[in-house]
Nanobody, 125 residues
Framework: VQLQASGGGLVQAGGSLSLSCAAS????????SGWFRQAPGKEREFVAA????????VYSDSVKGRFTISRDNAKNTLYLQMNSLKAEDTAIYYC???????????????????WGQGTLVTVSS
């Protein structure tokens, strides 16, 4: 599956931004999907993940309550709604997909086989 992330941009602290990730090539619904981010000088970190059916979601503690991950399998698209943005949310955001990922491994980037190119989110304070 090929992934294409979009929706990044510049936003003020406290504002909102919505990211999308369009999937193509294979049936998107068979993949567990997630968002990761990488800030300058830091390692890529887990943000959120959603199971194939969209029924279960997992968030990092740093974004829980502010970000919402969702998916529309009919449109082969993954979303990340980001509210109450903070300066520390500034990063390149990557969407990812993988198969056969169990709940305890959702936060591990090596579990994801396919990655989008990333979209830059900049939050000004």
């Amino acid at each position: 599956v090929q992934l294409q992330a979009s929706g990044g941009g510049l936003v003020q602290a406290g504002g909102s931004l919505s990211l999308s990730c369009a999937a193509s090539g294979r049936t998107f619904s068979v993949y567990t999907s997630g968002w990761f981010r990488q800030a300058p000088g830091k390692e890529r970190e887990f943000v959120a993940a959603i199971f194939r059916s969209g029924g279960s979601t997992v968030y990092s503690d740093s974004v829980k309550g502010r970000f919402t991950i969702s998916r529309d399998n009919a449109k082969n698209t993954l979303y990340l709604q980001m509210n109450s943005l903070k300066a520390e949310d500034t990063a390149i955001y990557y969407c990812a997909a993988g198969r056969q990922i169990i709940l305890s491994s959702l936060r591990l980037r090596e579990q994801y086989d396919h990655w989008g190119q990333g979209t830059l989110v900049t939050v000004s304070s």
